[in-house]
């Protein structure tokens, strides 16, 4: 296959976007805010201000007694991206749509993303787009979801900074418990930072991560200068317990420069600007003895042998070893994942051939007979996702197709059809997934309180917990005698409700069953 013209650089972010997140304004009326929703380790620019109260707001209307509402969209980010920010938590989150296509079950779990609103910031949402966790602002965030470790489920991420210009980027990656502890953090060897596309754990308690040194190299094969510079992408496992280097596979020891369909462009004549011919976006462990790489650049999966390095077969490209049908055939892809014996899953961008169209792609590969065909694509009218994307098969066959910079990500059922999506993934969301989890932070419930007229307005919201069915307000004339006020379902990631004056307030938060999970503090009015 051949290209008229490059692709975007991903991930893409403007001037504007990556200008400072505004402050909100505060109203006049008294808000008082408890410190909780996150783990310690990311609360440290939030600790002060959670603390702080706010003056009096006058002459306000409070909500009907007694209700539990969401939270609404306050103003957008510096990229223009439509925000949900909350009374008792300082936090925010892309507001996305979420819409049902058609009837049939959903795969069990919640939805991970990791939506640009000038960052890329991750957060677990329900199916109806309530978040149900959200991180702290700081570095951007990447390759969000659910793995195990140690025989835990776990939440892993990549933070780092990006280059938004070649859309790559140098990081870590930070795997969370279920109380949203940093439990690891995974850094690259011989002195280099992972990039943004791939942390993977394995079951051997390594990580595998991709990295993009910049290295002088001859380019004049590509119509470069002798003297130039590329990216030579590096494969790394690294055990996770110890951060040892365990593997370092580079990119330029076994793929030629004649593979990338990648135009040199501008590109190569120096370090500031090296050129990217492979473009690694996925990589995973495949047979004990094997990994699965896709290089975005090259329009290749490669299966590599582990022990020696060397390239066991090539799935599509100019290369391929497989005769490859021509409606298999895939451009630009990320994501490539092993699903069997005899099936690879990928996301195929396509965006630069002459369907115009992106899709979720299943393949039958037939290693003896070295042959590739659809088992079955997922596409949807309109959804192009020119860089980035995900294709992740599900527990009970549906399949979840993230659209990249479409800013959409789609649930299929396995014969195909659209069964649910969601939208308005801030400007764009490198890949998506759907994970069953459990969170039960280890900090207390957040408690809000609004005085004004003859009532009080109590905002509770507890960052990451799940397993909430039902807030209890107490109140009371002191700290130590408080008492039941009123108790109100869930709605959402913060439930606000009425109650009457009184000099103290404290939230509970209940499961199902009626047991108290956690406690905000109490709020002194």
């Not at 004549?269 to 976006?281: F, G, M, Q, R, V």
Request: charged content about 15%; glycine content about 10%; aromatic content about 6%.
């Amino acid at each position: 296959m051949t290209t008229q013209s490059a692709p975007e650089a991903e991930p893409s972010q403007s001037t504007s976007e990556r200008a400072p997140r505004p402050h909100r304004r505060m109203q006049r009326r008294e808000l008082l805010m408890a410190a909780g929703g996150l783990s310690a380790g990311l609360l440290a620019g939030l600790a002060t201000s959670r603390a702080m109260a706010a003056t009096r707001r006058a002459g306000s209307s409070p909500a009907t007694s007694p209700s539990a509402s969401p939270s609404s969209s306050a103003p957008a980010a510096a990229g223009g991206v439509p925000l949900l920010r909350f009374h008792s938590s300082m936090l925010s989150a892309a507001k996305i749509s979420v819409a049902t296509l058609a009837p049939g079950p959903l795969a069990p779990g919640l939805f991970f993303a990791t939506p640009n609103t000038g960052e890329y910031s991750a957060v677990i949402y329900d199916n109806s787009g309530s978040p149900v966790w959200i991180s702290a602002r700081g570095e951007a965030t990447t390759d969000f979801r659910v793995q195990q470790y140690q025989g835990k489920p776990v939440l892993t991420f990549w933070s780092g900074k990006i280059d938004n210009q070649v859309g790559n980027g140098q990081g870590h990656g930070v795997i969370l418990d279920a109380g949203y502890n940093k439990i690891a953090e995974v850094d690259a060897g011989n002195g280099m930072l992972s990039d943004l596309h791939e942390f993977q754990l394995t079951a051997r308690g390594t990580a595998l991560v991709t990295v993009y040194p910049a290295t002088a190299a001859d380019l004049t094969s590509v119509g470069g200068p002798a003297q130039g510079w590329m990216y030579d992408c590096h494969i790394q496992e690294i055990d996770v317990a110890t951060n040892e280097l365990l593997l370092d596979w580079v990119a330029s020891k076994h793929i030629g420069l004649d593979e990338s369909y990648q135009p040199l462009g501008s590109t190569g004549s120096d370090a500031a600007t090296p050129y990217d011919p492979y473009h690694l976006n996925a990589i995973s462990a495949d047979t004990d003895s094997t990994l699965l790489l896709s290089a975005r650049h090259t329009h290749t999966v490669y299966s590599i042998q582990r022990s020696s390095g060397d390239i066991a077969w090539r799935l599509g490209g100019k290369k391929s070893d497989f005769a490859v049908a021509e409606d298999a055939a895939f451009a630009w892809q990320h994501h490539a994942r092993r699903q069997s014996s005899s099936q690879i899953s990928l996301f195929d961008n396509h965006t630069l051939e002459t369907t115009g169209s992106s899709r979720g792609l299943l393949l039958t590969v037939d290693e003896q007979a070295r042959t590739a065909t659809v088992a079955q694509q997922y596409t949807r009218p309109g959804h192009l996702g020119n860089a980035m994307g995900s294709t992740q098969i599900l527990g009970n066959g549906n399949v979840l197709v993230g659209w990249g910079t479409q800013n959409a990500a789609t649930e299929f059922s396995a014969d195909g059809t659209a069964l649910w999506e969601a939208s308005a993934l801030g400007s764009n969301c490198y890949r998506v997934a759907r994970s069953e989890w459990t969170g039960r932070p280890t900090t207390a419930p957040d408690i809000a309180v609004d005085a004004s007229g003859g009532t009080l307005t109590v905002h509770a919201s507890w960052n990451g917990a799940t397993e909430v069915a039902t807030w209890r307000v107490l109140t009371g004339n002191s700290a130590s005698a408080l008492g039941k006020a009123v108790e109100v379902a869930r709605s959402g990631f913060e439930t606000s409700t009425t109650t009457g004056l009184a000099g103290y307030v404290q939230v509970l938060a209940l499961d199902a069953a009626g047991a108290i999970l956690g406690r905000s503090r109490v709020v002194a009015l």
